[in-house]
């Protein structure tokens, strides 16, 4: 223990690993120098210490020194004299320090020195072979020019443009080309032989998914065959197959596996068949009169091979992790980092059997509101986190859109691991700037068998369970609560979503106009919407307006609405002078920005004056945004437009509310207006409805007058208008320019 302590803080030392590597690899590197004989002189085919020190001097940087300096004159100097162990000494040490510097100053990421990044792979090849080698080739060119160097120096040449010369210079740039990163390769080894095993998953994963044990076997074999022609001995009655051209033909066959094997894999293979087919190259490569010239062409081709090779496994596994990461991405959300609905249809597919379990957090939305989309982002991951002790191997959380997520389970004891579920969800808290945040969390869970048809509306169908889980506080099973009518109401709904927008698109819509009736003779009627059935039967609002609302349509509705009023009045403002009508519209209207404008177009469009024109907003919805709502209101009336309070006395907080809004007419509620003559409570609140208004200067309108009592009772508290069957039925809006609707009663022969 002590030991290995010993070693691993002292192994990056300048006296540690540093100075003992060049010691013992360079002899191994050594080993690996090819060197061929022409016109009387002697030329590097392929030349490796100069990669393995660069390689040492990039790993360790100026740690390095004391143990490269040893290595040239305890291995590469031996025999010599001073002054030339000196010069040897700085011939390596120049390049190598240069390149060494301008890596790290040029090239990010210095620590990683393969070619397995296109972006880094210019400024890799720059400082890791073009650079050292060309300076290594112009000093020994100078040594030799100013004689400083023996002649009997393997890597002397007899000039810089001679092919003496281009041979040792194509044999430093093969060397540090191949040598650079399969010797930093065995350092690191070397320092942390655990790297062997992640270096060994690496490779593996850029092998191609597709290869098989085959294909492997039929290229290691092809390899073979063509590195046995290459080193059949020379004969008179040799063939092309055992010259130099088999050479070339290694080429297609290193690259089928560069585009299938990968970088990692190849790079290590190439260099190895490199050194040793270069070493041999006494085999295929004959000695007849342009030996020299065949012999710089070869030397060519081991560089243009090389670069070819490694090029092609570069860009063949760059492709491959391209494919593998937007393949990756499509099944996961980009924002939220979480396996998406394509995901969970995947495992669905691939799974017999499967227990979908279904989370619904409503309360992000509001927190998002507030908060910005960030906390439903961060609570989503978090959630999720929170809940993997849970899951077995293979199960996964799953996000959809909105604030909803999915945990697909096992079959195993699934009844008890979702009640597990549901109690760590309890005790989940979100901290957010400080606070904590508890939103509810609605649970609901199925058996499913794959194929999973129709997942959508089965998802749809457990977010309708899950809102029952909301109020219940435990987990809601879709098996346990009739699924079959759940699913016909969301036909119906989708149904409805159609009916509407073919509606929309076809006019398939039909106005009535019910008549408000004033004391003073100032009376007015209110639009109501129908939708035509199929027979011919009108659609109530109340069928109809909730799908809009849940499916974002009731702003087109009401554009609709108020569109073909308009067009009414402008088209029959002859027969019918100063009528005035009233207009519902929906919360998001009524919260719209553009909504105001877009009145206003519409009446300078019809040139309808905006006192012919009443806006009645709903207090229970439109109120709960009143930042908005109010602002709204008040550019409406700024229009000439009148605002009326709809079913007051529903929503929450009504009179507190009422204090903030400058409307002009409130129309209580017809459930208080019924029990008015049985109900002494409902008496009261009308009456104190009717005091609020008269005190904020509103007018007030009765809803639900269905006898001659009511509107009597509605008298005596000092109701301005009155609306009900007894006072008129809701008719066609073209009934009032044919003048056949019920007439209008003023207050004289009413009252």
């Known amino acids: 223990m002590h030991l290995t302590k ?37 030329v590097s085919l392929y030349y490796l210490p100069l990669a393995l020190l660069l390689s040492l001097m990039l790993f360790f940087g100026l740690k390095a020194l004391p143990g490269i300096v040893a290595g040239i004159w305890l291995v590469i100097c031996p025999g010599m004299n001073v002054p030339e162990s000196l010069c040897i000494t700085f011939h390596f040490l120049i390049p190598l320090i240069l390149s060494w510097g301008g890596y790290r100053v040029f090239a990010p990421r210095r620590h990683a020195l393969s070619y397995g990044c296109a972006r880094l792979m210019p400024q890799r090849i720059f400082w890791q072979v073009f650079f050292p080698a060309t300076v290594f080739q112009f000093l020994l060119l100078a040594c030799v020019f100013f004689e400083i160097l023996p002649a009997r120096l393997s890597l002397a040449g007899a000039g810089p443009l001679t092919l003496h010369s281009l041979i040792n210079y194509q044999s430093l740039l093969v060397g540090c ?23 060994i998953s690496q490779l593996r994963l850029q092998i191609d998914s597709k290869v098989t044990t085959s294909e492997m076997v039929i290229w290691s074999l092809a390899v073979l065959v063509l590195m046995g022609l290459l080193f059949i001995p020379m ?52 000695v007849y009169a342009s030996y020299s010239n065949q012999l710089a062409i070869t030397s060519s081709s081991y560089l243009v091979f090389s670069f070819i090779v490694i090029y092609m496994a570069m860009l063949a596994t760059r492709q491959r992790f391209i494919h593998a990461r937007v393949k990756r991405m499509a099944f996961i959300d980009p924002v939220v980092q979480l396996p998406n609905l394509w995901a969970l249809t995947r495992k669905l597919a691939a799974t017999p059997w499967s227990v979908i379990c279904f989370l619904r957090i409503p309360e992000l939305e509001v927190l998002g509101r507030h908060y910005g989309m960030m906390v439903r982002i961060q609570y989503k991951q978090n959630l999720g986190k929170w809940l993997e002790p849970e899951l077995h191997e293979g199960e996964c959380i799953y996000h959809l859109s909105g604030h909803d997520m999915v945990i697909r389970l096992n079959t195993e004891d699934h009844a008890a691991r979702i009640a ?90 039909s106005l009535m106009a019910q008549p408000i009736v004033g004391i003073r003779g100032d ?87 905006g006192w012919q024109l009443i806006f009645e907003i709903t207090e229970s919805q439109s109120l709960s945004h009143p930042d908005q709502a109010l602002l709204n209101m008040n550019q409406l009336q700024a229009l000439g437009c009148r605002i009326a309070i709809d079913d007051f006395g529903t929503g929450y907080a009504s009179y507190s509310r009422l204090k903030k809004v400058s409307a002009d007419i409130l129309k209580i509620d017809g459930s208080f207006i019924k029990n008015l003559l049985s109900s002494s409570l409902d008496y009261q609140i009308v009456s104190s409805i009717c005091h609020l208004a008269r005190m904020k200067n509103m007018q007030v309108v009765a809803e639900y007058v269905e006898s001659q009592a009511l509107s009597e009772a509605a008298l005596e508290l000092g109701i301005d208008y009155l609306q009900g069957y007894y006072i008129g039925k809701p008719e066609p809006l073209e009934n009032l320019a044919a003048g056949s609707s019920k007439p209008i009663l003023s207050g004289r022969n009413l009252w």
């Open 6 to 42: 010993f070693y691993k803080d002292n192994r990056d030392k300048w006296w540690g690993l540093p100075l003992i590597l060049p010691l013992l690899l360079l002899p191994v590197a050594r080993m690996a120098n090819t060197f061929a004989l022409i016109d009387g002189g002697v």
């Open 177 to 199: 080309f191949t040598g650079v990163p399969l010797c930093y390769l065995v350092i690191r080894i070397l320092r942390h032989p655990r790297y062997l095993k992640s270096f």
């Open 235 to 286: 004969a008179n009655s040799a063939s092309i197959f055992t010259t130099n051209y088999t050479l070339s033909l290694l080429l297609p066959v290193m690259l089928w596996g560069s585009m299938r094997f990968g970088y990692r894999l190849m790079a290590i293979i190439w260099t190895l068949l490199l050194i040793v087919s270069i070493h041999f190259f006494y085999r295929y490569v004959p």
């Open 420 to 509: 597990a579920i549901d109690e760590r969800i309890k005790k989940f808290r979100f901290i957010w700037d400080g606070m904590p945040l508890q939103p509810n969390v609605g649970v609901s869970y199925c058996h499913v068998r794959s194929p999973v048809m129709q997942l959508p509306m089965l998802l749809g169908e457990l977010s309708t369970i899950a809102n029952a889980s909301l109020v219940t506080g435990s987990p809601e099973n879709l098996q346990h609560r009739n699924a079959v009518h759940l699913q016909q109401r969301l036909k119906d709904k989708v149904t409805m979503m159609n009916r509407l927008q073919l509606a929309l698109e076809h006019g398939h819509f």
């Open 523 to 609: 009376s007015y009627h209110e639009v109501l919407l129908r939708l035509k059935g199929e027979d011919g039967q009108l659609i109530l609002p109340e069928e109809f307006l909730p799908v809009a609302h849940e499916f974002g349509m009731s702003s087109r509705i009401d554009l609709w609405v108020l569109e073909n009023t308009l067009q009414f009045m402008d088209s029959h403002r002859e027969t019918l002078p100063g009528l005035r009508l009233s207009v519902n519209i929906s919360p998001s209207s009524a919260c719209g920005s553009q909504f105001p404008k877009a009145v206003a177009d519409l009446l300078k469009r019809h040139n309808i004056q």
